[in-house]
């Protein structure tokens, strides 16, 4: 996408609260500090960052590698990464 993009994640799971699944900034299972998904996302069910630096952020659910009752481990969890270019 281009920079100045506004990029909107919704909670991952059950009525999509980011309480249950927060929303973590860098590479699985490891913040970073430097993301702009930083600092993790932990309340609401919708989160709207706008991207004004170019590079490739990834993402992960904070649980990510834990097991959660209500889905048995190994299930996989969500991550992704938006990849930022310079064009307006």
Not at 29 to 41: A, I
Not at 63 to 80: A, K, V
């Amino acid at each position: 996408m281009s920079s100045g993009t506004t990029v909107r994640f919704h909670g991952f799971f059950f009525g999509g609260s980011f309480a249950d699944e927060p929303l973590v900034g860098g590479d699985a299972p490891t913040p970073d500090p430097m993301s702009p998904f930083y600092p993790p996302t932990t309340s609401g069910t919708v989160r709207d960052f706008v991207l004004t630096q170019s590079g490739t952020f990834p993402y992960f659910g904070g649980d990510f590698g834990h097991f959660i009752e209500s889905r048995p481990f190994g299930t996989g969890l969500p991550w992704g990464a938006v990849i930022v270019d310079n064009a307006p």
